[in-house]
């Protein structure tokens, strides 16, 4: 659970809504510490082949969250990796993408 300036944001919430743009072909979504928030909304993405990593597209994708679910709930920031770290059952490992912020 993400708190950030007293709201609780799940993160596999946030995760499914950015699985259902059309950019996006797996994401991870973790809370990271924030001076005012307390914490903010982090998004590591793997584009499908085709898309260009660009401020433009970080923007859709934040506007494409907002427009979903309830707007405090959009990724601040947006980090585009090329491959998520998974357990060897294929969970995304959330304690490697903390490391990775």
Same mark, same amino acid.
């Given at each position: 659970?993400?708190?950030? *300036?007293?709201? /609780?944001? =799940?993160?596999?919430?946030?995760?499914?809504? %950015?699985?259902?743009?059309?950019?996006?072909?797996?994401?991870?979504?973790?809370?990271?510490?924030?001076?005012?928030?307390?914490?903010?909304?982090?998004?590591?993405?793997? %584009?499908? =082949?085709?898309?260009? $990593?660009?401020? /433009?597209?970080? *923007?859709? %994708?934040?506007?494409?969250?907002? /427009? *979903?679910? *309830?707007?405090?709930?959009?990724? $601040?920031?947006?980090?585009?990796?090329?491959? %998520?770290?998974?357990?060897?059952?294929?969970?995304?490992?959330?304690?490697?993408? $903390?490391?990775?912020?």
């Amino acid at each position: 659970m993400i708190v950030s *300036a007293g709201y /609780n944001i =799940s993160g596999p919430e946030v995760e499914s809504v %950015l699985l259902q743009h059309e950019a996006v072909a797996e994401c991870g979504v973790i809370g990271v510490p924030d001076e005012t928030r307390g914490q903010i909304v982090k998004a590591f993405v793997v %584009l499908n =082949s085709g898309y260009t $990593r660009d401020d /433009n597209l970080v *923007a859709q %994708l934040q506007d494409f969250v907002k /427009n *979903a679910v *309830a707007p405090y709930k959009y990724p $601040r920031v947006v980090a585009f990796v090329d491959s %998520l770290p998974r357990t060897e059952t294929g969970k995304l490992k959330r304690f490697e993408l $903390r490391t990775m912020a």
